[in-house]
């Protein structure tokens, strides 16, 4: 018997796993700042990061597995095609919280203007 994995199952999945990772990033802030005594959030600040991470890099491995079975690449078509459908997006999400993650938090690690000229390159 073979196992099959739609490509939308497996995005819906990863997607889901992206949110306990999100969840897990928020319920550490939560408990790390007393802000609720709850126990879902304690919970979700344990072990939510580390099963969402596993998860979703399983299912990258296991989609990135099924795509050279079908159709091998050559490491400058690899790098071509999925460092730059990662990558790219990566730095314009980066570059734009860049600019509004001083406005977003009351203390921004951005506000400071010399980690700023050290994250941009400025020395």
Known sequence: MQFYLSK???NTIK???AIMIMLHHYSQYVCANNLS???IFRALSYQAG???VAIFFFLSGFGLMESESKAHLGIGQFLKKRLLKIYLP???VSAIWLFISPF???HSPFADSCLLQTTIGGG
């Open 15 to 17: 997607f889901a796993s």
């Open 90 to 92: 990566v730095l314009f």
């Open 8 to 10: 939308n199952s497996s």
């Open 104 to 106: 977003a938090m009351s």
């Open 37 to 39: 005594e709850s126990v």
């Open 50 to 52: 580390f099963l969402g």
